[in-house]
């Protein structure tokens, strides 16, 4: 499927793996806008994306907590008087902290990440629903995890919960509103080498990030399934790099006591 002057829009899209589909789908001939917390990190992300290629003018930005669900229904509203329509919405905004495990995390933390990765998903995809149905048209893309998918002691339970529920989230979109042309996909992918990984109690050499998926990697893979004609759903795409720690272990992957 063309996805020229399609309108797609990109939760945590100042870095990572969001600013990489927003590169990918912008050379595929989107209107791209990018969201995120801070608008300076998002101005600098716009001119790292057209040094990486992304054709000028073609990606734009909106500073957004996602979870500020009133603040998420301003902003929709706003992208689509402006720009029409969206056509693609990839929900890439995700947090976990060094904080992460039962034996010394927190309720406020525990309700901060499900917040982010998921509710605010939840409240983005809400808010350009109706849109999508009146055309019944429309992309959405999921940013879960390998740690939704095949669970593991690494990422910790906010965080391995949310993900999973992420991927229920997908499902059920499609259950209903694949009768109304949208679909929606899981992309679970496995460690990728992004700024996240600072966040980590142990954060993994440099060694080891060079094995991980890349940051490109999984703006190609969004950029893929943007591109399958309408009538094919991808509902779930799990994607890990060859030297998979998580199942080849590594001392940061251990349970501690």
Known sequence: M???????????????????GAIELAK??????????????????????????APAGRIDFVA?????SAAVERVAQDLQTRLGRVDILVNSAGVNYPKRYWNHTDSATFNEVVAINLNGAMACTLAVLPGMRARREGTVINVASFA??????????AYTASKAALMALSHAFNIEEGA????????????????????????????????MLQEDDLGRTIRFIAEMPAHVCINELVI??????????????????
């Open 2 to 20: 063309s996805l020229q002057d399609k309108v797609a829009w990109i939760t945590g899209g100042g870095s990572g793996i969001g600013l990489a």
């Open 28 to 53: 595929a001939g989107c209107r791209v806008v990018i969201s995120g917390r801070d608008a300076t990190k998002l101005a600098a992300a716009v001119r790292q994306a057209e040094a990486a290629g």
């Open 64 to 68: 957004l907590d996602v979870a500020d």
């Open 148 to 157: 939704g998918w095949h669970y593991g002691y690494l990422t910790g339970p």
């Open 180 to 211: 109304n042309g949208l679909r929606a996909t899981s992309l679970c992918p496995g460690e990728v080498a992004t700024p996240i990984l600072q966040k980590r109690p142990v954060v993994p050499s440099q060694e080891e990030m060079a094995r």
């Open 240 to 257: 890990s790099p060859v030297w998979n720690r998580i199942y080849l272990g590594g001392a940061d992957l251990q349970r501690k006591s």
